[in-house]
């Protein structure tokens, strides 16, 4: 129940309800004519929405009354810190590495792991800024509703939201293909064919079981949490341990058979290797002390994960010659060709338990940042409920996981998951201009001239970035 003051008497609301004012809460919904003027509006509400900035104030205080409760504030860095492992570390390192060191880099694709691990480590300090100064559950959305303007925060929304389901959908249905290699069959026999479509329901149970347990605690998923990835940490150790133990220092030459061009196209690839962390500025509600602990806990985890990483890296390059790894299963096949043939099994259940992760701290991640998306009433309000026994956003988590499920169901997602990568490096180009923005303007204070040059060293910079992509993707045996 959730309790609603209003001058001496308080109204009591059941959490569970379904009216027309918690979904169309507006007065342009209230019946035809209110709906029929606001569509004459269009013009003048869009160049209001173009052009209209929240604050902080706003999104820390006002926004979050509309949740009615607020969520528990149960979190600390420890918690944030293995959050950080949980939604970082999946499938990609034991997937990607293989393949552009076969591909592209080589012995070398451990400095490519370097390269990408500051490049995510430079988003990392944006996110932490933000979520010290706003600690609200809205993370990027937020932040760029703030610095950048309702109609920047509207594309950022849909972004987000399309990332979350689509990403949601393509992680469980790569749970069912390396659940199917971990019992040794192929990696679509626990799928169901249906004319041109496999049906995975496997994929949607497992989603079901992410939701249910962030919609139940957001402590007890932490602690699930730690309990997964302690047992996936214990596999990248036997990975380094094992890998090293096997090394073969001649494996490393040469170093760079394809020069610098191979270590950054290899580090375009594996810096997706590093998605994850955004969801854990989300979560600064539910943290006790935000402007310690976010930090401690962002910079902290990726600081580690980026030497695992390298570690991990460097480990197969010696173990086995770059032109013979195995792009498929890098992994296994590197550790069958030294006498543990076994060992594919444990790598397939390191891959499982990442992957189990990603999905856990996705369900809390996603799910806040629909709430907050909620907040601002760009979907609506029934979703920035927050459960007054639970203190989760158990409404907010089921938009994700029914959406998610539905997709995952049915569709294989091979062209669309790849599309996702835009939508990423989208959010994270706009978090950095943002930043900028919130260094060097203030609102009322900074005089015009000083607005104009801000806006024209920012398109430098965004041209500069454009016209360097440009020249890769036109002319990538050119010097630079």
């Known amino acids: 129940m959730s309790y609603i003051g209003k001058e001496d008497e308080v109204q009591q609301r059941p959490y569970w309800r379904w009216s027309k004012v918690d979904f169309l809460p507006e007065e342009s919904f209230q019946n035809w004519n209110t709906y029929l003027s606001a569509l004459s509006q269009i013009y003048s509400r869009f160049n209001d929405r173009l052009l209209s900035r929240s604050d902080d104030a706003n999104e820390i205080t006002q926004l979050r009354k509309q949740s009615e409760n607020d969520m528990k504030r149960c979190l600390t860095w420890w918690d944030l810190t293995w ?3 949980g939604s970082v ?12 060191a076969h591909h592209h880099a080589g012995p070398a694709i451990v400095l490519s792991y370097v390269a990408s691990g500051i490049s995510a480590m430079l988003s990392v300090f944006c996110y932490t800024e933000f979520a010290v100064e706003i600690p609200v559950a809205g993370g990027s959305f937020a932040y760029l509703r703030i610095e950048l303007g309702d109609f920047v925060a509207f594309i950022t929304a849909g972004n987000i939201l399309l990332e979350s389901i689509v990403g949601g959908a393509a992680v469980a249905r790569a749970w069912t293909s390396y659940f199917a290699t971990l019992l040794n069959r192929q990696p679509d ?7 041109s479509y ?8 497992v989603l079901a079981i992410a939701a249910t347990t962030a919609m139940i605690s957001t402590k007890k998923t932490s602690q699930l949490n730690w309990i997964a990835t302690a047992l996936n940490t214990l596999v990248i150790l036997f990975v380094l341990i094992a890998g090293f133990a096997h090394a073969n220092t001649s494996n490393l030459t040469p170093f760079l058979p394809h020069g610098a061009k191979g ?10 290797a590093y998605g994850g962390f955004d969801n854990i500025a989300t ?6 002390n935000p402007s310690r602990d976010i930090p401690l806990g962002l910079l902290g985890s990726m600081s580690i994960i980026t030497v695992v990483y390298c570690l991990m890296a460097l480990s197969l390059s010696m173990m086995q010659k770059y032109t013979e790894i195995d792009p498929n299963a890098a992994y296994s096949m590197s550790f069958q060709s030294v006498g543990m043939k076994w060992a594919k099994y444990l790598v397939a259940l390191g891959a499982l338990k990442g992957m189990t992760t990603v999905l856990l701290v996705g369900a809390l991640g996603q799910a806040r940042y629909t709430t907050h998306i909620a907040r601002a009433h760009m979907i609506p309000p029934w979703f920035t409920l927050v459960h007054p026994k639970t203190g989760t956003t158990i409404n907010a988590t089921l938009l994700m996981t029914i959406s998610s499920g539905l997709i995952a169901f049915f569709s294989s997602l091979d062209v669309l998951a790849s599309l996702l990568s835009v939508s990423t490096l989208f959010i994270f180009m706009m978090m950095a201009v943002a930043l900028l923005v919130r260094r060097y303007y203030v609102r009322e204070v900074t005089p015009e001239i000083n607005q104009l040059k801000l806006a024209i060293f920012l398109l430098i910079i965004i041209a500069c970035s454009m016209g360097t992509s440009a020249y890769w993707g036109l002319r990538p045996n050119g010097w630079v």
Do not use: C, N
Request: hydrophobic share 60%; charged share 15%.
């Open 89 to 100: 570390i999946g499938a990609g390192i034991f997937v990607l590495t293989g393949q552009e």
């Open 283 to 288: 979560m600064a509600e539910e943290t006790k």
């Open 189 to 195: 026999s626990l799928r169901i064919p249906k004319g």
């Open 263 to 272: 270590i950054f196209q290899a580090a375009a690839i594996v810096y997706f």
């Open 83 to 85: 959050f950080g492992f």
């Open 198 to 205: 496999l049906l995975d329901l496997i994929a949607v149970a």
